[in-house]
C-alpha cells in the first residue's frame, strides 16, 4: 500500500487547541494516499497521550478528536510523543494511551533523515 513516501507531523498543541484536530485530519488524509505517517506530540501536545487526553475535543465541522485519533491508530499511523516533554509535565507512562509510543527524537529523526515530508503544528 505504500509507496515508500513518509511524513511528520509535528504537533505542539493539546487537545483543547483546533491544531490537533487539524494535525490529525492531515495525518489522516496523507495515511489514505498510501503514505507512511506519524505525528510527534511534543510540548503541551504530549497531553494528548494520556489516557482521556482527546476524548471530549470537537471542533466543528471536523470529526472528534477520539476518532480521528483512534481511526489514524487503527489505520497504521503511528503516534510518537516527546519523552523529556512528557516527564517535563509529570506525565506518567502508565498514564499513556496505549496507542502512543513514548520516545525521544530517534524515530521522528530516523523518518526525517530518510527524506520525510514534515509539517509542524
Known sequence: MSDGKKLVVVLGANANDDKSTV???????????????AVFLTSDGVEIAREGGY?????????????????????????WACTPC???????????????????????????QAGAATICL
Open 23 to 37: 494535525a490529525f485530519t492531515i495525518a489522516n488524509a496523507a495515511l489514505s494516499t498510501g503514505m507512511q505517517v
Open 55 to 79: 476524548d471530549l475535543t470537537h471542533v466543528q465541522p471536523f470529526k472528534s478528536l477520539h476518532e480521528l485519533v483512534d481511526g489514524f491508530v487503527e489505520k497504521g499511523g503511528i503516534v
Open 86 to 112: 512528557y516527564r517535563h509535565r509529570g506525565l506518567k507512562e502508565a498514564e499513556n494511551v496505549e496507542k502512543v509510543i513514548v520516545t525521544g527524537a530517534g524515530p521522528l529523526i530516523e523518518w526525517v
